[in-house]
């Protein structure tokens, strides 16, 4: 039940995440996140592009018992994600993010160890 309750909090915040990264125009993602001044226009709708990617990753290949070894590999790639980002706000000494992005990318870890059956190891 944790394990669920985990990923679909992940799902959903990768993918919220990832759609404002990537719908949004960058001058006014900017005015409301100024840590994307560190990135380029096209970096910034890479990592949002990732991020829903790597959110379909956690959910769809369980779902529909295709691939399922994509899962874990999903939450290891979103792991990281998680944990550049708290890089990224350690560097301009932003604390709040920071933490918060460290405890996703734990979380994201969790559900890699939690699914580390699904690579058949």
Known sequence: M???IITWFLVILFAMA???KTVKPYNEFKKKMSW???LSPKQLKM???LEI???LGLVLPVLLDVLTWLTPLAALGLAITAFAGSSLHAKRKETGSM???FVVGLLAL???YSN???LGL
Request: overall charge negative; cysteine-free; charged content about 10%.
């Open 2 to 4: 944790l394990l669920s």
């Open 99 to 101: 933490g918060f992005s």
């Open 110 to 112: 969790y559900v890699v």
């Open 36 to 38: 994307a001044e560190d």
């Open 18 to 20: 990832g759609m404002m």
């Open 53 to 55: 990617l790597g959110a």
């Open 47 to 49: 990592v949002g592009k």
């Open 116 to 118: 580390i059956g699904l």
